[in-house]
């Protein structure tokens, strides 16, 4: 069973970077999609960022494009995410989110974490 345990959140300033990291256990053999996803109080679940056949791809929403960047550590099984340029509307919790389907970017994944705090000042 695939667990996901994300850290690296906080509270910064606008203008400020953090780097966010998901640490992934219980993988069977073969390659993973993952990405990053965000929720803001009141507001539907954002997909952020994805990579997938096996890190070979990325692709990023229009509003962390150029400030965002998505990666990943094969042999510590962790994602990371590392954000600058951050700005207050970048505010959410962020969930990092694992798929057998090494194919999948925006849709539904199968494993969750349990998420890490961002806010923005």
């Known amino acids: 069973h695939v667990q996901l345990v994300e850290s690296g959140g906080g509270s910064v300033q606008a203008g400020g970077s953090l780097r966010l990291s998901c640490a992934a256990s219980?993988?069977?053999?073969?390659?993973?999609?993952m990405g990053w996803f965000r929720q803001a109080p009141g507001k539907e679940r954002e997909w952020v960022a994805c990579i997938y056949f096996g890190g070979a791809d990325t692709e990023y929403a229009d509003s962390v494009k150029g400030r965002f960047t998505i990666s990943q550590d094969n042999t510590k099984h962790t994602l990371y995410l590392q954000m600058n340029s951050l700005k207050p509307e970048d505010t959410a919790m962020y969930y990092c989110?694992?798929?057998?389907?090494?194919?999948?970017?925006?849709?539904?994944?199968?494993?969750w974490g349990q998420g890490t705090q961002v806010t923005i000042s």
């Open positions: 219980g993988y069977t053999s073969g390659s993973y999609a």
């Open positions: 989110a694992a798929d057998k389907r090494s194919y999948l970017c925006r849709g539904t994944y199968n494993y």
